[in-house]
């Protein structure tokens, strides 16, 4: 019966999670972009909540995406304020409320995407360094959809125009880093809700690189 029940939930927590961003994603190519676009932080929030929701190994879940949040926000204030680690740029409005110049919702995107993709990297293989790579991996394909538009979205811009080799680099580096910390916490596999929102978050950008570049 438990395990209906969490099954019954892991499915309308999918469900919720394609609503919002297909209503999203609709809402920007055909609708009023700035609007579904200002409620990007409300779909952020809800997907990270459901995640951590559906988690098999609660405890330790919430633990890292704490790890990844504090990681992630004290990096990218370094970049914002000093230009080290990703390079020189700035953050729009569109994600909220700031730290330092950071979007506190940049922390919770670090989290999820940790999550999302080292859940995924643990279903396609068990040796401990080949988790890293992959997680790494689908994280930097990831930041790859996501700068070209990021500035159309009103998420972030480089000084440079164009997000540079550094950022790139310090995707990785921080990517390792986060992923290695994941796996020596030996957390339980995630159910199927990981490949669903990293799957939607490919969809999402793919769809806005389409629409903004073509």
Do not use: C
């Not at 990785?172 to 669903?196: D, M």
């Amino acid at each position: 019966m438990l395990k209906n029940r969490y099954t019954s939930f892991s499915s309308i927590s999918i469900l919720v999670i394609w609503t919002f961003h297909l209503s999203g994603l609709l809402g920007i190519l055909y609708g009023d972009s700035k609007w579904f676009i200002s409620a990007t932080p409300l779909n952020l929030i809800i997907s990270l909540v459901l995640l951590l929701l559906n988690s098999s190994d609660s405890n330790k879940t919430i633990m890292i995406a704490g790890i990844a949040f504090i990681i992630g926000m004290f990096t990218e204030i370094l970049g914002v304020n000093y230009g080290l680690i990703f390079g020189t740029y700035f953050y729009g409005e569109a994600l909220g409320p700031k730290l330092l110049g950071v979007p506190i919702l940049i922390g919770y995107n670090w989290a999820m995407v940790l999550i999302i993709t080292a859940s995924i990297a643990q279903k396609i293989n068990k040796n401990f360094y080949t988790r890293i790579f992959l997680g790494v991996t689908l994280m930097l394909f990831l930041d790859l959809l996501i700068e070209p538009v990021a500035p159309d979205l009103d998420f972030w811009i480089f000084d440079s125009g164009i997000a540079p080799i550094q950022n790139y680099l310090g995707w990785v580096f921080v990517s390792f880093l986060l992923h290695f910390i994941y796996q020596k916490l030996k957390i339980k596999k995630n159910n199927n809700f990981s490949n669903h929102l990293y799957f939607l978050q490919i969809l999402f950008f793919v769809l806005l690189l389409i629409k903004f570049r073509s």
